[in-house]
Nanobody
Framework: VQLQASGGGLVQAGGSLRLSCATS????????MGWFRQAPGKEREFVAA????????KYADSVKGRFTIYRDSAKNTVYLQMNSLKSDDTAVYHC???????????????WGQGTLVTVSS
């Protein structure tokens, strides 16, 4: 089972990035998928999650209205569209898979390696 996150990079404040998380090794069509992030010196925090049907989503208050999570079940891939980026969004972003739509790290069973997002002010 592998989760491969990509799409991170350096962007100016106010800019946009789209992260992708491709899964392989098994089908996660009946699982929820989520994004977490960890900034230097800080604990990992929940960003967004999407249910296995794709119709239910959850967001951290800090990203509501700016980030959008969506999935392509046929491709076993989940995306995180990030707009209006701020310097506070700088972190390593990890994707993960859970048997239900959770917002805590311990809800998630499988994790990707992370992709770095750096927002310059």
């Amino acid at each position: 089972v592998q989760l491969q996150a990509s799409g991170g990079g350096l962007v100016q404040a106010g800019g946009s990035l789209r992260l992708s998380c491709a899964t392989s090794g098994r089908t996660f069509s009946s699982y929820a998928m989520g994004w977490f992030r960890q900034a230097p010196g800080k604990e990992r925090e929940f960003v967004a999650a999407i249910g296995w049907l794709g119709g239910v989503t959850k967001y951290a208050d800090s990203v509501k209205g700016r980030f959008t999570i969506y999935r392509d079940s046929a491709k076993n891939t989940v995306y995180l569209q990030m707009n209006s980026l701020k310097s506070d969004d700088t972190a390593v972003y990890h994707c993960a898979v859970a048997p239900f739509l959770g917002t805590y790290s311990h809800d998630y069973k499988y994790w990707g390696q992370g992709t770095l997002v750096t927002v310059s002010s």
